[in-house]
């Protein structure tokens, strides 16, 4: 009967050497392995990716007063708190918001190394090319959800029927309209690179998009849905438009991704 201890080693073992240079310009490991390997292996990077965050968020805790200023700018006043601990939460919000975005490159770096064993030469080389420009898509989508899509949703809400209406916010809803809308607009930018890398190996192709695009647009109708706290047809609007020039460019990467041998 095999010792435990030795196994784990021997598995241990395999994982490190899956993170060298190896790993990302190797051919993929024939070695079979049990779900049980597989499980653990996942377990690891989880915890890697979870320490990363937990490190992030800490960091970020030490700026986030200064972050939080900066979010209730566009109000332009000091936002209401209905509780005794409101405060705290709303404060370890915005961190955990900015020490997932610290950690985000690291976390996608741990995603392909566990799919790294799996992939062929090529399709590393495919993949691992695509990790700067996931990063900087989803930064470019933080930033055109600040500059561009809060502004006007702030503004909308802010004068919508301000005849019957005053505008006096609690910090609960306005931080987590902010965090929400950033966020996922910045993972919503990141369609692009995910679909080129998919049809360069194959799996989606353009042909698929476009015969899915009814299916695709209800889809993004409910994430908009999703991640705009408000159900006023001009955010929702706001929020579906950029979504839909996302995948409409998708269908555009497939096109020139996907290899002519798979074109039917």
């Known amino acids: 009967m095999p010792d435990p201890t030795t196994a784990q080693q021997e598995q241990e073992e395999k994982t490190q050497r899956y993170t060298s240079w190896q790993a990302l310009t190797g051919d993929a490991d024939e070695t079979p392995l049990s779900l049980l ?28 007063s200064q972050l939080l200023k900066y979010l209730i700018k566009p109000y332009g006043h000091e936002l209401q708190v209905l509780g005794p601990t409101e405060s705290v939460v709303i404060y370890f919000r915005v961190a955990l918001m900015s020490g997932a975005i610290i950690a985000i490159p690291y976390i996608t770096y741990q995603l392909f190394m566990f799919m790294a064993p799996g992939l062929t030469r090529k399709e590393k080389r495919y993949v691992y090319r695509s990790l700067p420009a996931t990063t900087g898509l989803f930064l470019l989508g933080v930033a055109f959800a600040w500059f561009i899509m809060i502004p006007s949703a702030l503004g909308f809400l802010e004068e919508f029927e301000s005849d019957i209406f005053r505008a006096e916010w609690t910090a609960e809803r306005y931080v987590a309209f902010l965090t929400s809308l950033l966020f996922w607009i910045g993972v919503a930018f990141e369609m692009p690179v995910v679909v080129y890398v998919f049809a360069r190996l194959g799996i989606v192709g353009p042909g698929a998009l476009i015969r899915n695009w009814r299916l695709a647009v209800v889809l993004i109708t409910i994430v908009a849905a999703l991640i705009t706290p408000t159900v006023d047809p001009f955010n929702m609007l706001l929020v579906t438009t950029p979504l839909i020039g996302l995948y409409i460019v998708s269908i555009g990467m497939a096109f020139i991704a996907y290899p002519r041998a798979l074109r039917g």
């Open 37 to 64: 390997d597989h499980l653990n292996e996942l377990r690891m990077r989880l915890f890697r990716s979870l320490m990363v965050l937990f490190g992030g968020v800490l960091f970020s805790a030490v700026f986030t």
